[in-house]
């Protein structure tokens, strides 16, 4: 059977809609430039044809395709999924197609990913780096294509990154227990080192240094988990008996921590959470948290993106603001 399709040109659209062929690309390719009256004629014209837009095929012609590569460093993060999500749908809403990919948290899958997402003709990359990403890596990625980077920046390296105030939010998540009038706090989480972690860190000590506190030595429990996090500060509550209050990195980390204060004879110790990770365990309904609104992170990743396919320079850092929400484990 003939496939009437394929024998439809843009030329034919043109014609049924009485336009011209560069009418019609433009409507083709979402411009804003097209009247609606004159782009409803076309889009009837379109679906009374039967006509098929080869993006393919206009990619090839224009050298850049409408694809963008999504690399996430984590899936099963709950946090991490809900990003990607909301980053596919409004990449869809500006005529743009997404590619989401996983690294798994492996340097090595994240290159090869990247590497093989190339010989897609992308339009651009969005990576959520994995911990110790190189920054020349990066930068060299940068320089040939369009390259955004997502909730953690990788140090020193020039490829724009949009980020959650990590700083404030353990500035006021701590301030919230310190006005209680606690005096032995205390910072837990993970892989310490990086950056991500420090800016949390510096948010705490200033915090501290406000109200004339001395923290204690922070608790690094190795690995973000639960069980871990629930190890270390058994360990570290020997050393310091008289801990009464207890800034987390994020809700994995005070699920550990609450449950190895719950093992506990005490149990007078306000805990809260930098960084609120969805349904990551039931105590969120108790805990008080400082919530990332991905969605704003995708949002602010378009605009920046749509500065850089205009060939306009980005600001390199962009922080996304952050809000404390006040719940049972604090109080």
């Known amino acids: 059977m003939h496939n009437k399709a394929k024998s439809v040109t843009i030329f034919d659209v043109a014609e049924r809609a009485g336009v011209s062929k560069s009418t019609v690309s433009l409507v083709l390719t979402q411009s804003d430039k097209v009247g609606n009256k004159s782009k409803q004629k076309i889009l009837k014209a379109i679906d009374e044809l039967g006509y098929v837009y080869n993006r393919d095929a206009a990619a090839m012609r224009s050298k850049r395709s409408n694809l963008v590569a999504i690399v996430i460093n984590d899936l099963t993060n709950p946090a991490m999924a809900h990003l990607a999500t909301s980053l596919q749908l409004l990449l869809n809403d500006n005529g743009l197609q997404a590619m989401i990919v996983s690294s798994n948290n492996s340097l090595e899958l994240q290159a090869n990913a990247v590497k093989n997402l190339k010989e897609y003709n992308a339009a651009a990359f969005i990576i959520c780096p994995v911990a110790n990403t190189c920054p020349k890596w990066l930068d060299t990625l940068s320089a040939q294509h369009k390259v955004i980077t997502l909730m953690s920046e990788v140090p020193f390296s020039a490829a724009p990154c949009v980020l959650p105030d990590y700083k404030k939010a353990s500035h006021v998540a701590s301030m919230h227990l310190l006005?209680?009038?606690?005096?032995?706090?205390?910072?837990?989480?993970?892989?310490?080192?990086?950056?991500?972690?420090?800016?949390?860190?510096?948010?705490?000590?200033?915090?501290?240094?406000?109200?004339?506190?001395?923290?204690?030595?922070?608790?690094?429990?190795?690995?973000?988990?639960?069980?871990?996090?629930?190890?270390?500060?058994?360990?570290?509550?020997?050393?310091?008996?008289?801990?009464?209050?207890?800034?987390?990195?994020?809700?994995?980390?005070?699920?550990?921590?609450?449950?190895?204060?719950?093992?506990?004879?005490?149990?007078?110790?306000?805990?809260?959470?930098?960084?609120?990770?969805?349904?990551?365990?039931?105590?969120?309904?108790?805990?008080?948290?400082?919530?990332?609104?991905?969605?704003?992170?995708?949002?602010?990743?378009?605009?920046?993106?749509?500065?850089?396919?205009?060939?306009?320079?980005?600001?390199?850092?962009?922080?996304?603001?952050?809000?404390?929400?006040?719940?049972?484990?604090?109080?």
């Open 179 to 331: 006005a209680q009038g606690v005096t032995n706090i205390v910072f837990i989480g993970s892989e310490l080192t990086l950056s991500d972690s420090q800016a949390l860190q510096s948010g705490f000590n200033t915090a501290c240094a406000q109200h004339s506190i001395t923290a204690l030595a922070p608790i690094d429990c190795a690995v973000n988990t639960a069980l871990n996090a629930k190890n270390a500060f058994i360990e570290a509550y020997k050393h310091s008996p008289t801990l009464n209050a207890v800034v987390c990195a994020n809700d994995i980390i005070a699920q550990g921590v609450i449950a190895a204060i719950n093992s506990l004879t005490h149990h007078c110790i306000k805990v809260v959470s930098c960084h609120h990770i969805p349904n990551s365990a039931v105590i969120n309904n108790h805990l008080t948290t400082v919530a990332i609104n991905t969605t704003d992170i995708a949002k602010r990743c378009l605009l920046i993106l749509q500065e850089l396919l205009q060939n306009t320079a980005p600001p390199v850092k962009t922080l996304v603001n952050v809000n404390l929400q006040i719940r049972d484990s604090s109080q």
